[in-house]
């Protein structure tokens, strides 16, 4: 199988509550203003910071699969129109919306 990988590029606080929900929709238990959690894994760990750098996300696939099947899809800040990521999406696949 050819395996591509999409990453939605989002400015800052669009993704920090959107990492905190799910966060806390996969078990974890915090207000907001405590995330991400301090701790020993808080530089390494899946929701730690390192999570929210786009180039240290990048880097970890690009380690595993050739470039080209990176993408990037950058999203403007704030609320966008329902269908723009599903379009985008489809630009990336070479589909019409």
Known sequence: ????????????????????????????????????????????????????????VLERWGAVLPHERVHVLPMAPGSSEPGELLRRFLGVLGLDD
Do not use: C
């Not at 966060?23 to 894994?41: E, F, L, Q, S, T």
């Open 1 to 56: 199988a050819e395996v591509h990988v999409l990453v939605t590029a989002r400015a800052m606080p669009d993704l920090f509550i959107s990492r905190w929900q799910e966060w806390v929709k996969n078990g974890a238990r915090g207000r907001i203003d405590a995330y991400p959690p301090d701790g020993p894994r808080a530089d390494t760990g899946e929701w730690g910071w390192p999570s929210f750098d786009l180039g240290i």
